[in-house]
């Protein structure tokens, strides 16, 4: 009978495991003693406009820190801050600072995704037009928005601006007419809750998506309807079976759910209150000057026909496409009315976010100009000049550029207001 091996390596085999252990090992001493070593802070590597360079800049003033760029123009000697933790806590565009690892580099490493931008659920179904999650961080430093107090975003959209508050502590109400919206943006900041539900029943609902209607958690129902969504995008858009695809996403959500959870307790992060609102902001249910600071990107509508292009979705969701036209902002109309319509709903939508944002606080609005028959329409002056008339004042303007593979403008502009 053949001898029982037991052993698949042999001495001289396990001697050179020993050695790359060793090694490794000491190569990741080094690594850590490079990073504790480092004075000043560090931009991340994904850094790459003038834009991004810029709002590194208006970060490090919004906290009171004198500075200096190094030559090359990634690193930042400081003055001594007086609150390392908060910086650490807060910070969008650096990695870490005198050997400190920021919580943001440490967060982005939570990714189901190839890219950079998609950790944690940011991921969740292609919407076009949808915000950079380090862009709307950093925001909010800029705009001095502290933990505990309350944003608001009027068109939530897939809910970037909603999951950046939550891990920052800020507590947020998100507001948008699309039902699409209004799930996927509950969906990415609220399924933490119920994870241990959408795990027991995941191997039953995977073998018969009929039985979607009747569960009885509303969050663990949403979870898996937007399961369905994605699986409808991907064979809408791509061609993929949706069988497969509704499987393969739905195991990849919860990866990032538990994503979520994990670094939740690894960073102690106390999470900000999510309220997700389907409502009208021509119509906004809320107290005079009851909110801190808004950041919003207005529909895009006129170069982009959300209703159209999320038909696939909207139709699995049970809605009429031609009713549901008639209340986006930018969509009803045409030619040229379109646009007179679209201005008419924007300055009302403005009035609203005045009335209810804070005397003293910001208001950021990101947005890009149309083209129309071959010429380009300045919306971003037309919101400009409609903001100052019902009273904001404009602090900053900063072009943006713009990239990924489902934004339908190559320009952007960032927009600072203030209410005085």
């Known amino acids: 009978m053949p001898k029982t091996q037991t052993n698949l390596f042999g001495e001289e085999d396990i001697e050179n495991l020993h ?12 690594k850590v003693e490079a990073i504790k070593s480092q004075k000043g802070l560090s931009l991340l590597r994904n850094v790459q406009f003038i834009y991004e360079l810029a709002l590194a800049k208006k970060e490090l003033i919004s906290f009171g820190l004198d500075f200096h760029i190094a030559n090359d123009f990634r690193t930042f000697e400081v003055s001594s801050p007086q609150d390392v933790n908060l910086l650490k806590r807060r910070l969008a565009y650096f990695w870490s600072m005198d050997g400190i690892i920021t919580d943001y580099y440490q967060i982005i ?10 950790y944690l659920t940011h991921w969740i179904y292609p919407y076009k037009g949808k915000f950079h999650p380090q862009m709307i961080r950093a925001l909010l430093n800029i705009m001095q928005v502290r933990e505990g107090e309350t944003i608001l975003d009027p068109f939530v959209g897939s809910g970037t601006a909603a999951l950046e508050c939550q891990l920052l502590g800020i507590n947020f109400i998100g507001i948008d007419i699309s039902p699409l919206c209004y799930l996927l943006s509950r969906v990415k900041t609220e399924s ?3 994870i241990e539900e959408i795990e027991k029943i995941k ?24 399961a369905q969504m994605v699986a409808h995008s991907d ?11 509704f499987h393969s996403n739905t195991e990849k959500m919860l990866k990032s759910l538990k994503d979520y959870i994990e670094v939740k307790n690894k960073l102690n992060l106390r999470l900000g209150k999510v309220d997700i609102v389907r409502t009208d902001v021509r119509n906004l249910d809320l107290q005079e000057e009851s909110i801190d600071g ?7 509508s006129i170069a982009l026909n959300y209703v159209v ?3 696939h979705s909207l139709q699995a969701l049970g809605y009429s496409l031609k009713k549901i036209s008639e209340d986006f902002i930018g969509v ?12 008419e709903d924007m300055a009302v939508a403005y009035e609203q976010m005045y009335r209810v944002l804070k005397k003293g606080k910001y208001c950021a609005v990101v947005i890009g100009n149309v083209t129309f028959q071959g010429e380009e329409i300045d919306t971003t002056q037309i919101a400009i000049d409609t903001c100052l008339k019902i009273g904001f004042k404009l602090v900053s303007k900063m072009e943006k550029i713009i990239y990924g593979l489902y934004n339908v403008m190559q320009k952007e502009y960032i927009l600072i207001f203030k209410k005085e």
């Open 19 to 30: 050695t790359l252990n060793k090694e490794k090992n000491a190569s990741n001493i080094k």
């Open 109 to 118: 490493k939570y990714n189901q995704t190839t890219s950079v931008n998609q």
């Open 192 to 194: 933490i809750d119920v």
């Open 203 to 226: 191997k039953e609902i995977l073998s018969n998506p009929e039985k979607i209607k009747n569960i009885k958690n509303e969050k663990a129902r949403n979870f898996f309807i937007i």
């Open 235 to 245: 064979s809408a858009r791509r061609g993929r079976n949706y069988t497969f695809s």
């Open 294 to 300: 808004i950041v919003t990107s207005p529909p895009y």
């Open 309 to 311: 292009n999320d038909s």
């Open 332 to 343: 009803r109309g045409s030619g040229l009315n379109k646009f007179k319509l679209y201005d």
